[in-house]
């Protein structure tokens, strides 16, 4: 079993890789969670996607926060442009687990260089902006919850 989801998984990204360097790229925003460009250093890591309206996000997410259902986000940084987005372009390099990318919009274009760094619970993003273009960055951490509800919980289960 382990042999066929690692073949699936070297099938899939066969798929989808720039032959060249075995980059993984995107003509257009990853529309769902799912699609989007992958970050991590096995502990904490991020996701790379944006909803129709929305200029990018990067969601933020830990090993060691999960439940029955799998990983759970733990914030997200969404990035958001003054004018609305025209084209958008990504690149994830296997070999050096970075993302690159440009947003280009009406007014200029924002380009980004995340990565998530080997070690630390660090994530990166840096940008760097074109044209008249302006950003603004909204964060939202997920609220933790109580240990009495936590332990409440563990007692329901028992």
């Not at 933020?60 to 084209?87: A, N, V």
């Not at 980004?112 to 070690?119: D, Q, W």
Request: one cysteine or more; a neutral charge; glycine letters at 8%.
């Amino acid at each position: 079993m382990k042999y066929l989801l690692t073949s699936l998984l070297l099938l899939t990204c066969n798929l989808f890789a720039d032959d060249a360097n075995f980059n993984m790229k995107w003509d257009k925003v990853p529309s769902s969670y799912v699609e989007g460009a992958i970050l991590g250093n096995g502990e904490q890591g991020t996701m790379i996607w944006a909803r129709p309206e929305e200029s990018l996000n990067f969601d933020i997410g830990d090993t060691r926060i999960y439940d029955e259902g799998g990983r759970l986000p733990i914030g997200k940084f969404i990035l958001e442009t003054k004018s609305q987005r025209e084209s958008f372009q990504m690149t994830l390099a296997m070999q050096t687990a970075e993302a690159k990318g440009t947003v280009k919009t009406v007014s200029g274009a924002v380009e980004f260089k995340a990565i998530s760094v080997s070690g630390q619970n660090l994530n990166l993003v840096k940008f760097t902006l074109a044209g008249d273009e302006q950003i603004s960055i909204k964060h939202f951490a997920i609220p933790g919850i109580t240990t009495s509800k936590l332990r409440n919980g563990i007692k329901e289960i028992s």
